[in-house]
């Protein structure tokens, strides 16, 4: 309760700040590359004719939980193949396995998986378009800039993946 100026509460007041609950924060300790690959599989064959690039980008998610209190690694694997529309072959591929580490506090524990593989993939992304871009253009095409990726639209597909992956392994294991 507050105080009037002569030390007696004042009516009608709360301790409000004692019963707000504490804020969810996150924090990037680090973010780093854990594997990269790239191949230029048209420069190996040569390009023939008219080239027309067809890209195909897929992405995966993984988080754990680290030691240390609130601290999580959280990855995204990037696997792009790009295709030659106007002829059968492929242009490129490029994987990227990109990895950060933060510390999370304040997320309820049934919000923190979501939290984990959609807020923390959202953070990393612009720096994985940026290497994306980057290695294309030094692979000797021209940049490729990633669209943005709906990571909600993302964990969803993956819940309903690992959903469906365990129905279909307990029915085999009954049969």
Same mark, same amino acid.
């Given at each position: 309760m507050a105080e009037t100026g002569n030390g007696a509460p004042q009516p009608g007041a709360q301790?409000?700040?004692?019963?707000?609950?504490?804020q969810?924060?996150?924090q990037v300790l680090g973010q780093f +590359?854990?594997?990269?690959?790239?191949?230029?599989?048209?420069?190996?064959?040569?390009?023939?004719g008219e080239v027309q690039p067809d890209v195909e980008v897929q992405v995966k998610l993984d988080a754990r939980k680290r030691p240390t209190p609130n601290q999580y690694e959280v990855y995204t694997k990037f696997t792009i193949?790009?295709?030659?529309?106007?002829a059968e072959g492929i242009l490129f591929i490029l994987e990227l396995d990109y990895g950060g580490l933060f510390q999370i506090e304040n997320i309820p524990e049934e919000q923190l998986h979501p939290f984990?593989? +959609?807020?923390?993939?959202?953070?990393?992304f612009p720096f994985v378009r940026r290497i994306v871009a980057d290695l294309t253009r030094d692979g000797g095409f021209p940049p490729l800039n990633l669209e943005n990726i709906d990571w909600v639209a993302l964990y969803r597909q993956e819940?309903?993946?690992r959903a469906a992956e365990q129905q279909g392994g307990g029915a085999a294991g009954t049969a």
């Open positions: 301790g409000n700040e004692a019963q707000q609950p504490a969810p924060r996150m +590359i854990r594997d990269l690959s790239f191949e230029n599989v048209l420069a190996t064959k040569g390009a023939q193949t790009s295709k030659n529309k106007a984990l593989l +959609i807020e923390c993939p959202r953070m990393l819940i309903m993946r």
